[in-house]
């Protein structure tokens, strides 16, 4: 079979990738990155704000349902993308081919300066501090934060740069770990005596069924879906993956029905053991959760816990992140230092570079200023910026199904076209979520003045892909 760009790929079977990658990851090593990129840490404090919003521990629940619903339609989009595109960075030729290369550019650009470096810097910071909390101790200082966080990013860094083995095994191991944290929850949920899912007023005047139920559960998944997206690192990584117009859609779907379930478990004992009171009043929730079953040791073990799954997702970034980039640059439309392939590692070491060093410049950029309004610019831009590509994505098999209607494809959407624009719709109330806020307006802006500069990049530099960039090392 031949790609867009006139490439031979390998076959089912094969062990050869596109670009120099091996074929070397399995459906499970495929589904982790897809788990672990999504639950992040997220989950251990997103639902107090989600319940205060909806008003009612029910209601609660029914937004994460609706927000696991819309996930599950995102996730059968890209499911059929990624059986179509199995290849490395496949999310870059799909925006490419949709809407022409300025899209895919800008994507990959935004994504290794802005979404996932920004996302990483976040990830590190929040790693040090319940890293500490987890060891008894207090990280003080914005140096010392910097210092810890920065050896984190460049430990991973060195670790995927060793070899897609070594960062699929931390990846493996830190899904496992995260999420047998939550089902643990679940559990002491389970064995506990409940508190009440009701407000007091509720439970008297029957708040859930009033008229604006269906408005209290859209704003509602504003905050919820914060927890959720990740799924498209699999497209990423398809040049690795061994059958991958099998088990690209296959870890998609299956690893977002996974988060899914543990998504609803863990809110479900929120409330079963904190009540909806004690669940908008925590400022900790999850260790607050566990404290009451396990009051002594407890808030220790859920900072491990956040540590770990914070790792995990750190981890999942610097893993297929650089692929994305990697593609792009194969294609010709990035400087051809990033297209090349380690002799020794087999890994896109220049890519990997790249963005663990824009990582930590970020990192360094946040902290220099008033940390909480640094970070939450940071946060805010990184949504808006990723909630417009995901929905472009989205789109994008729409536009497929247009242009290339005779393609093979091993995995098709039920319910077309209706389930591919709910999640389109999802990401775009996201967006004008993030925009209308007003604390969060500067941010948005930010990252849409973010968008235009990348393009002012690609006229300036990737114009004609044709012609392969110098970028002072010859090939």
């Not at 590692?345 to 902290?367: D, E, Q, R």
């Amino acid at each position: 079979m031949t790609t867009a760009r006139g490439e031979e790929i390998g076959g089912e079977g094969t062990a050869e990738g596109v670009g120099g990658l091996k074929r070397v990851l399995g459906p499970i090593d495929a589904t982790c990155v897809v788990v672990g990129a999504i639950i992040g840490v997220g989950i251990f404090f997103t639902p107090s704000q989600v319940a205060e919003i909806a008003g009612s521990g029910r209601v609660a629940l029914l937004a994460w349902a609706v927000g696991g619903a819309i996930a599950l339609a995102g996730a059968l989009t890209f499911a059929e993308l990624g059986g179509l595109y199995p290849r490395t960075g496949g999310q870059y030729e799909i925006l490419r081919d949709a809407y022409g290369p300025l899209p895919g550019f800008l994507y990959v650009f935004c994504n290794a300066t802005a979404i996932q470096a920004g996302a990483i810097a976040i990830i590190a910071m929040v790693c040090s501090k319940h890293l500490a909390g987890a060891l008894g101790k207090e990280i003080t200082g914005t140096v010392h934060l910097i210092s810890i966080s920065s050896i984190l990013i460049v430990g991973l860094t060195m670790a995927n740069a060793a070899g897609v083995r070594w960062g699929a095994r931390i990846q493996n191991l830190t899904v496992l770990a995260k999420v047998a944290t939550l089902l643990v929850v679940t559990l002491l949920a389970a064995s506990a005596e409940p508190a009440a899912f009701e407000t007091a007023a509720e439970a008297t005047e029957g708040g859930a069924e009033s008229p604006g139920l269906v408005r209290l559960i859209f704003m509602a998944l504003v905050p919820a879906f914060f927890a959720f997206g990740g799924w498209q690192h699999a497209l990423w990584i398809a040049g690795e993956v061994r059958q991958p117009r099998r088990n690209v859609p296959l870890s998609i779907v299956g690893g977002v029905m996974v988060v899914v379930i543990v998504y609803l478990l863990v809110n479900w004992a929120y409330l079963r053991l904190l009540g909806y009171e004690g669940v908008t009043g925590s400022t900790s929730l999850a260790a607050d959760a566990v404290a009451r079953v396990w009051p002594g040791t407890g808030r220790q073990i859920v900072a491990a816990a956040v540590a770990i799954s914070a790792f995990g997702v750190l981890n999942a970034q610097l893993l297929a992140g650089p692929r994305l980039i990697h593609g792009m640059a194969l294609d010709g439309r990035f400087f051809s230092l990033f297209a090349r392939v380690s002799a020794r590692f087999g890994t896109p070491l220049p890519a990997i570079l790249l963005l663990g060093s824009t990582s930590i410049a970020l990192l360094v950029a946040a902290l220099a200023a008033k940390e909480q309004q640094a970070l939450g610019l940071l946060l805010t831009g990184v949504v808006f910026i990723d909630g417009v590509f995901f929905a472009m994505t989205g789109c994008a098999l729409i536009i497929l199904r247009r242009k290339r209607p005779d393609a093979d494809r091993p995995v098709r959407v039920p319910g077309y076209p209706f389930v591919p624009l709910l999640f389109v719709l999802g990401e775009v109330g996201i967006v004008l979520g993030a925009y209308l806020e007003p604390e969060a307006r500067k941010a948005a802006i930010i990252g849409a003045v973010w968008i235009v500069v990348a393009a002012v990049f690609f006229f300036a530099f990737f114009r004609d892909g044709s012609r392969r960039k110098e970028s002072g090392i010859r090939e």
